[in-house]
């Protein structure tokens, strides 16, 4: 009885284990894609900034 409840206690944190991964995993993927979308976000706004600027020049 004492090996199955350690087999199950085993399966339980493995289980917890494998969620906390994923969850992690998806944290790490958003980050990325904020970064990308803040690069973009940048780079858009310097050329605006460059096109202005030209234009009143």
Known sequence: ???FLYL?????LALLG????????NYLNQKKEDEIYITEAIGFLIDY???YESGMH
């Open 8 to 12: 199950v206690l085993g399966a339980l």
């Open 18 to 25: 494998g969620i906390v991964t994923q969850c992690y995993q």
């Open 1 to 3: 009885m004492e090996q």
């Open 49 to 51: 900034c460059r096109l």
